[in-house]
C-alpha cells in the first residue's frame, strides 16, 4: 500500500508542467493562485524580450502591449491578466496585485477583437527596491460573457488595485487558468514614465546615486 501511494504521488508530481514547477519555486503557487497551470503561454514584446519562467525584462522592454500565443479553440473565448503581486515594493506588498492588462471575450486568439477592461501598461517596479514579478494568466471561458465592471484606460491607477486573480474567475465562472507565464522587472528610467501616467508610487522611489 505505502508503495502505490509513493509511486502515485511520483506520477502526479512528473505529470506537473514546466509552468507549474516554476511558479511553484518562485511562490506564485499557492500564495496568488491555488490551482496548477497546465500550460506555458507564449508572450513576446515588441522591443525582441520574451517571456520565459522568471526572465528579468527591464520596464523599457515591456513598454508596449505583448503578442500572445497559445493553443486556442477558434470557436471558443478566453479571458486574459497581467498582474503584478509584489506592489508597490516586495517587502510591504499591500497593493497586491494589480492588474496591468485585462482583456476578455478574445475569440480563439484575436486578441485585438477582445473586450480590454484594463488598457496595458508595463509593470515598473520603483527605484532601488528590488525586483517585482509579473504574472500572465489565461483562462478559457464556458461562453461569451458580459463584464460588469468599467473599463480602465492606461492613465488610472483607479480600479487596478487589490485585484484578486481567484476572485475574478470565482464571479465569472472561469474555473483555472490553462496557460500562464511570468517575469522578473525590475527599474529603468522608463518606470518613471509609467508611474507619471498613472500619477501613482512615485514616493517609493529613491533618488539617483
Not at 66 to 87: F, L, S
Not at 147 to 173: C, H, M, Q
Request: glycine share 6%; charged share 20%.
Amino acid at each position: 500500500m505505502i508503495f502505490l501511494i509513493v509511486a502515485t504521488l511520483a506520477v502526479a508530481s512528473a505529470a506537473e508542467s514546466e509552468i507549474t514547477e516554476k511558479m511553484k519555486e518562485f511562490k506564485i503557487i499557492p500564495d496568488l493562485i491555488q490551482s496548477n497551470v497546465p500550460e506555458t503561454l507564449k508572450v513576446e514584446f515588441d522591443s525582441g524580450a520574451i517571456v520565459n519562467m522568471g526572465n528579468k525584462i527591464f520596464p523599457s522592454e515591456a513598454r508596449n502591449q505583448p503578442m500572445v500565443d497559445w493553443n486556442a479553440d477558434k470557436n471558443a473565448y478566453y479571458t486574459i491578466m497581467i498582474i503584478a503581486p509584489d506592489a508597490p515594493i516586495p517587502t510591504n506588498p499591500f497593493l497586491r496585485s494589480i492588474v496591468t492588462w485585462l482583456v476578455g471575450n478574445i475569440p480563439g486568439k484575436d486578441v485585438q477583437s477582445g473586450d480590454v477592461l484594463a488598457e496595458y501598461f508595463a509593470i515598473s517596479p520603483p527605484r532601488g527596491r528590488g525586483e517585482q514579478r509579473g504574472i500572465y494568466l489565461l483562462y478559457k471561458q464556458p461562453a461569451k460573457l458580459h463584464f460588469d465592471e468599467e473599463p480602465i484606460d492606461k492613465y488610472t491607477s483607479k480600479g487596478r488595485l487589490n485585484f484578486s486573480a481567484d476572485k475574478f474567475s470565482e464571479k465569472y465562472g472561469l474555473g483555472k487558468p490553462i496557460a500562464g507565464n511570468f517575469y522578473m522587472s525590475e527599474f529603468d528610467k522608463y518606470a518613471l514614465v509609467v508611474f507619471d501616467q498613472l500619477q501613482c508610487c512615485v514616493q517609493y522611489n529613491l533618488p539617483e546615486q
